[in-house]
């Protein structure tokens, strides 16, 4: 974590605790502070170094917050911040990422019951006393008591795109060593879960000590939590990240077995018991010779360690990649040679939803259709958002300013070689009706409908919803269907295989949206609307240049729903793809 966000974090508690004992205005002046803060391209350790008047260079930070800052800096702590805490000695963070408590609510229910932490809330929600609470009622507690279990889950596990730079950079870092043979990770950030535990790192080398030593001075690495002689774990941004260090003869061993999960690696335990072998992290082993195989976890003949292709080759078995690790049929259909040929990164020919800054992107036409020209891309869609539910402050185009952005897109098109399409991000209505007129839609080349408003819907009534939607004759793709933000709200629950079918019988492809977000759909919910027959598209939803990068998340999420390349419609060549668009 920068400085800039650790200092703006600290305001955006100040802005909720405040909030909590109703104080007015300040509360939005220190959020918005926090932001800029945050988004501030010089360090802020820098600029409080240089005193206050530097800090002040910040936008919306005035004589009160910057003081605040240069106290911070100087003494390691702000008084009146410690004091407001002391005042209300609540678990802030984690209780208002409870769906529907905000820090009004946190204070009165300090006041009222003196809950300080999320297993307390959960508590008197269950014993029914927060309905008493003057200002709260039966339902409230009722949807405090349903959502707190997704609360406790968001607070335990880190988002995949949150975790994976944080991998890149620890794995960039220990190749660089000179006593670091190989290096990979492991566990579920290898398996490209959406969400992951922690971060298992893997190195192949001769000296254990040595490698440890390096990797406790990541710089990164904010706190060593234990340091062995070849095992170590670190905390960085939060994010637990734990190094094994094996002798390189074992490395494929260790990495499979660390990999997980744990249910594909005891049927896999399985499939070598059957064949008089044992499997383990340290290699396969022909024990059909050996009296007592579990004495010695390597007893018996070697037969595979060194690399991770040899050990499912000695099992009889082609190489499964990590994604499909979960048990879920990968290794019957690794047995029967029916493994997917999953679709890979450089599979996919453009991305089908971005957005610019005529609705809430930051970067004009011209610089994202550059940025996508950058990437090699073939095609490249500008679906930015029409106005309608769940679009607030006027961020969305009416029906007018999208006929004139026609021309803008027009223009660009003329000036490069990518095929670009003139699209439109509308909001499927709490019925699955569209907000753009008939005539604007039949004049667009492709047509994303994603919900925005209206998710706390139950299922019945949200399957029907997404039908509707991709019954509607203009409709092309259904983005981020269940509309769920990672660790912050569930989302829709749907009935995926009614709407996949349905999608795949009017010619609308179902979205990986790839923004690390979202990740929306998932990878067990694209297996299923595969299954049903639809066509997968992964889109980043880029608002800026940088979200184009998002694609890698969105090719390992279809590698998790099992997609092939043919199963995804923006790997299709040009053609294929407009005939689909129609
Ligand atoms: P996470 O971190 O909760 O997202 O999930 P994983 O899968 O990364 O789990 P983690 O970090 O506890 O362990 C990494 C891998 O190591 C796991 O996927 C399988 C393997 N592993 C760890 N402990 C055991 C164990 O007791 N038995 C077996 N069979 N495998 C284990
Ligand atoms: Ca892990
Ligand atoms: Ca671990
Ligand atoms: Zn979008």
Not at 110 to 139: H, M, N, P, Q, W
Not at 191 to 204: E, H, K, M, Y
Not at 225 to 240: F, L
Not at 551 to 574: F, K, M, S
Request: charge should be negative; glycine fraction near 8%.
């Amino acid at each position: 974590m920068s400085r800039n966000d650790e200092v703006a974090s600290l305001f955006e508690e100040f802005a909720d605790l405040l909030e909590a004992r109703d104080v007015a205005y300040k509360p939005s002046t220190y959020r918005r502070a926090a932001e800029n803060i945050r988004e501030h391209p010089r360090p802020i350790e820098e600029l409080a170094d240089e005193g206050q008047a530097a800090v002040e260079e910040i936008q919306g930070v005035g004589d009160a917050i910057s003081s605040k800052v240069v106290e911070y800096f100087e003494t390691g702590s702000i008084e009146e911040l410690a004091e407001l805490r002391e005042e209300l000695p609540v678990d802030m963070a984690t209780l208002t990422s409870v769906e529907g408590v905000g820090p009004k609510t946190v204070g009165k229910l300090y006041e009222a019951l003196g809950i300080t932490t999320l297993d307390e809330l959960e508590a008197a929600a269950e014993e029914g006393k927060i309905r008493e609470v003057s200002g709260f009622g039966a339902k409230t507690e009722e949807n405090i008591r349903e959502n707190v279990p997704f609360a406790r889950q968001a607070q335990e596990r880190e988002r995949l795109g949150d975790a994976r730079p944080l991998a890149d950079d620890v794995l960039d870092y220990l190749r660089d060593d000179e006593d670091v043979r190989q290096a990979d990770v492991a566990g579920s950030i290898r398996r490209w879960r959406d969400t992951i535990g922690d971060v298992d790192v893997l190195v192949a080398s001769e000296s254990g000590e040595a490698v440890v030593e390096t990797f406790t001075d990541w710089p990164a690495a904010n706190t060593v939590i234990e340091a062995g002689t070849s095992k170590a774990s670190v905390r960085s941004n939060g994010i637990r990240v734990d190094l094994r260090v094996v002798v390189p003869e074992e490395f494929g061993a260790a990495l499979q077995y660390f990999t997980g999960s744990k249910d594909h690696n005891v049927k896999l335990r399985n499939v070598a018991i059957d064949r008089d072998l044992k499997m383990n992290e340290y290699g396969v082993f022909d024990v059909s010779d050996v009296d007592d195989a579990d004495a010695d976890q390597r007893a018996g003949e070697k037969v595979a360690g060194e690399t991770e292709a040899s050990m499912y080759e000695a099992l009889g078995l082609p190489l499964v990649p990590p994604e499909l690790r979960e048990d879920t049929g990968e290794i019957e259909a690794a047995r029967d040679g029916e493994l997917p040929t999953l679709v890979e990164r450089g599979d996919v020919r453009g991305d089908l939803h971005t957005h610019t800054d005529w609705s809430d992107g930051r970067y004009s036409l011209s610089e994202m259709v550059a940025a996508a020209e950058k990437r090699g891309y073939d095609y490249y869609a500008v679906t930015d958002h029409a106005t309608g539910p769940g679009m607030v402050g006027g961020v969305g185009l009416d029906d007018d300013e999208l006929r004139e952005q026609m021309g803008a897109v027009a223009d660009v098109a003329g000036e490069t070689d990518l095929e670009l399409l003139h699209g439109v991000e509308a909001n499927v209505d709490a019925e699955g009706g569209i907000s753009v007129g008939d005539d604007v839609l039949s004049d667009l080349d492709i047509v994303v409908a994603s919900p925005h408003a209206a998710l706390g819907q139950d299922r019945e009534t949200a399957t029907e919803r997404l039908v509707n939607a991709v019954e509607h004759p203009s409709v092309d793709v259904l983005g981020h269907p269940t509309g769920r933000l990672i660790n912050e709200r569930p989302g829709l629950e749907l009935d995926v295989e009614r709407v996949a079918r349905a999608a795949a019988e009017n010619g609308v492809a179902l979205e990986i949206n790839a923004d690390p977000a979202r990740l929306d759909l998932r990878g067990e919910l694209v297996r299923v609307a595969l299954e049903a027959g639809a066509t997968i598209v992964t889109n980043t939803d880029a608002h800026a240049p940088g979200g184009l990068d998002y694609v890698r998340y969105g090719v390992h999420t279809a590698r998790r729903g099992w997609c092939e390349a043919g199963d995804v419609l923006n790997t299709w060549p040009v053609e294929d793809l407009r005939s689909f668009l129609h």
